[in-house]
């Protein structure tokens, strides 16, 4: 496979270059296209590779002097869906690769979150529900201790006038009555 260009106009190219120049070039254009061959278009791994593949070039240095002096080949790679990365871009293409995925895989797990939340909100509803009914018996109870309150007061008031409540004087003159017991003040 010769991606990018066909092979008149290759060969046109290298014949304008210098031998050091056309060398380069031959050895990074065969270079990407067994990538481009291997990687991407072999039949026997057809569905277990991505459809694109990074080319590592381990020096700044040379990946500028490549797209310096052989942006035809850089063309080609992308053409053959081979991404040529140095170690500045090589970083940028895998945080970007990683955000991706993050992404991806916030959106798969959107439907569960969605999901939870249904279920939080379901449980808030319940937990207010019981909160307003727990609020209802505690004013019924405070209701009541207050009439119970209440109720002991008057009672305590009433004793304290019985208390003070004077039986002789209720008693005839005449004498004691059959069946009635005075009572005696302490």
Known sequence: ?????DREARLMLIERMTPALSHDYNNVFGTVSMFAE???HDPSIEGETADGALMFLPSEAVYAE???KLPEVVRAGFDARVWIVSPTTCMATLNT???VMKDARMREQAGEIRKALRQLHR?????EERAGKLETHLRQAG???NGLLTASARAGK????????DFEELSPDT???PGVVPLQRP
Request: glycine share 6%.
């Open 1 to 5: 496979m010769e991606p990018g260009m």
């Open 38 to 40: 291997l990687l991407l």
């Open 66 to 68: 490549l797209h310096a």
């Open 97 to 99: 690769m990683r955000a």
């Open 123 to 127: 449980d808030v509803e319940i937990i």
């Open 143 to 145: 209701d009541d201790v």
């Open 158 to 165: 009433r004793a304290e006038r019985l208390d003070h409540f």
């Open 175 to 177: 004498g004691d009555a």
